[in-house]
């Protein structure tokens, strides 16, 4: 494939409108809707590349950065057998759970019930209710988080109130801790605690919307419940393929699989910009114990591929995998030229350079890792952005991922056009695109 070529990407021949493509449609809820990132690729974006790949239940699908999910779950509707890669704990345990449809969805939501109404009835014993219009407003003596934990989430993601019956409720799921039960309640706290209960927002970064002074807790996640138990029921009398979540780094996945082999990947890994992927989860992961010091978040970031300057830590080397890519090194000194020019002396911004060869330098050790568990003539398909988050300067993602492939000895067979999203850094359009190989093995 020549230069060209290699630059230019192909419109995907599915017709649906732009500002669609990226959204969850009204039949993909099921089981997508149990926890989900705001900008978390689509469920038939998914479809169309297992339908390329003319994968079937004797094939083993790979998603190396799976996320909450997305691609598991298709792949399971589907009967084809997966298993996802996810270094986020948090992110890691929805993913799990998404594809755990064994459980019986009468004795969970029974269980779900008996949460419901102890947490209520310590509510009742404190003078609280659940319904916002109940309560007087009066002042209260209120559970808060540690001083720790304060400082590890956006302040103001939680009111006072809402926090309490936060915790009165979460104290009843932990009681369930060592039952198979716990983690779809924890999920399920989750997922309301971030898009109901809390004050946060995605546009897509994350940050404070309008503060929720009081709200229903209870209510809210004994509804997630009922949706997650009549998915479940849904499946019963059906046969599924096996999937498998994995906690750990893509990046060092040579001997995760016990000798499996992998037909394909399809994955979206995190873009090369400045969104710290930690934060988006930070609310949940504290309050459920996944982070609980400046030091095991230090150790989270330090597990995940380098993407952003929050990330980025001292004796970190994966950027050395892309000394030989002229084209990154010339991106990395872009930057790095325009932020002395204009005299930005921060410390993140003094990172932007790096960050960018730490990204791609984490692609490559990634495909290299890869290369031991592809089948010969496996198919993959990355789905990225290009970026210009770094002062403007525009960096190629896709094509850059398609030649670094390439060099390691994949195939680029081309790139998809996914969709194109307006950039408010740059006032133009991104590409979001799908970066098509090959390994020939």
């Not at 083993?60 to 996810?86: H, R, V």
Request: a positive charge; aromatic letters at 10%.
């Amino acid at each position: 494939m020549n230069k060209k070529q290699r630059v230019q990407a192909v419109a995907t021949d599915y017709e649906i409108k732009n500002s669609e493509k990226n959204k969850l449609g009204k039949s993909d809820r099921e089981f997508h809707d149990w926890y989900r990132f705001v900008l978390s690729y689509p469920p038939h974006l998914v479809r169309k590349y297992i339908n390329e790949f003319r994968l079937t239940s004797e094939d083993l699908l790979l998603d190396p950065f799976c996320g909450t999910g997305t691609t598991l779950i298709e792949a399971k509707l589907q009967n084809i057998p997966s298993i996802g890669i996810e270094a986020n704990n948090f992110v890691h345990l929805a993913s799990a759970v998404k594809i755990n449809w064994e459980i019986d969805p009468i004795a969970l939501l029974k269980h779900a019930n008996v949460i419901s109404d102890n947490a209520l009835k310590e509510f009742g014993e404190q003078g609280i209710f659940d319904d916002p219009l109940l309560n007087s407003g009066e002042a209260r003596c209120l559970r808060k988080l540690s001083d720790e934990q304060g400082k590890l989430i956006l302040k103001n993601s939680i009111s006072a109130l809402p926090l309490h019956k936060s915790l009165v409720l979460l104290d009843q799921i932990n009681k369930y801790k060592e039952t198979s039960y716990y983690k779809y309640f924890a999920v399920a706290f989750g997922n309301s605690l971030v898009y109901q209960v809390s004050n946060l927002r995605f546009g897509p970064e994350v940050g404070i919307g309008k503060i929720k002074k009081d709200v229903n807790v209870v209510s809210t996640w004994f509804k997630q419940m009922q949706m997650i138990c009549d998915d479940i029921q849904s499946s019963k009398g059906k046969y599924f393929a096996k999937s498998e979540s994995i906690f750990s780094d893509s990046r060092n996945l040579k001997n995760l699989l016990n000798g499996r082999k992998i037909s394909a990947v399809i994955t979206s890994p995190p873009y090369p910009n400045e969104k710290d992927y930690t934060r988006t989860t930070r609310l949940e992961s504290v309050l459920l114990g996944f982070i609980n010091s400046k030091e095991e978040l230090r150790v989270l970031k330090k597990s995940l591929l380098r993407s952003n300057t929050r990330g980025v830590y001292k004796g970190d080397s994966d950027d050395d995998y892309v000394k030989g890519f002229p084209e990154i090194q010339r991106i990395a000194d872009e930057i790095e030229n325009k932020r002395i020019e204009l005299g930005k002396t921060s410390g993140f911004e003094r990172l932007y350079h790096r960050v960018t060869k730490l990204y791609f330098g984490g692609i490559a050790k990634h495909l290299i890792e890869l290369q031991s568990v592809l089948k010969p003539n496996a198919q993959l398909a990355y789905v990225v952005g290009d970026q210009a988050s770094y002062l403007r300067v525009m960096i190629p993602t896709g094509r850059l991922i398609g030649e670094i492939a390439e060099s390691l000895g994949y195939e680029l067979e081309r790139i998809d056009l996914f969709r194109t999203r307006y950039s408010t850094i740059t006032k133009t359009n991104l590409n979001e695109e799908v970066v098509i190989l090959r390994w020939r093995g």
